[in-house]
């Protein structure tokens, strides 16, 4: 079966692949979802500090090893990212948009191959609407993975604590979809 490919963003790739390895290139569901990063989320993690201290585990060599395979992409498929990307960074760097040049090259790429976005970003969602790329949030991607059986309660349970223990909560509202999913309160401290 052929896979159906999603993009992982920077954060929720952070927000599973520590308790959920390997997380990458392992598919699950009727739809064979199989989970990709950009190539520039290792650039990422170096360059903001943040990043760097509070995530060093991405270094480790397992985590390196799972994020190798890169989505495998044609000359034109390529040129077309570019062109989506000139053209959704022209949209973000005029009216003064929130999502970084990495958010954006992600959003291209996904434009180009029709594929799910996994963020819980608010800006690169508002900005994955105008341009008609379908998100998920990381609390989606989960209920994905559950109904497949991919996942269990006990590890969904295990890594909404883990955010909370992080102090990485996604900043939207989650304590309703979070009972609509799972058919249970979260954990304590949950927002």
Known sequence: MAQTKVLLDTNSYLRLAFNLHPLL?????DEAYTLYVHPDLRAECDREPRLRNKFD???LPKFEENRKRPLQLSNAQ???IAENFDFMWGHVAAEGLSPS???TRILATALELEIHVVTDDRGMIDLAKEYGVPTWTTLELMKQMFDADHLS???VR?????WIYDE???ARELRTPYRDFFGE??????A
């Open 101 to 103: 040049p990495v958010d």
């Open 57 to 59: 585990w991405v270094r």
């Open 78 to 80: 390529k040129k077309a």
């Open 25 to 29: 290139f392992v598919p699950f569901g």
């Open 153 to 155: 309660i006990e590890k």
């Open 168 to 170: 990485d909560l996604p």
């Open 185 to 190: 309160d979260p954990p304590t401290g949950f």
């Open 158 to 162: 295990m890594l909404v604590a883990q």
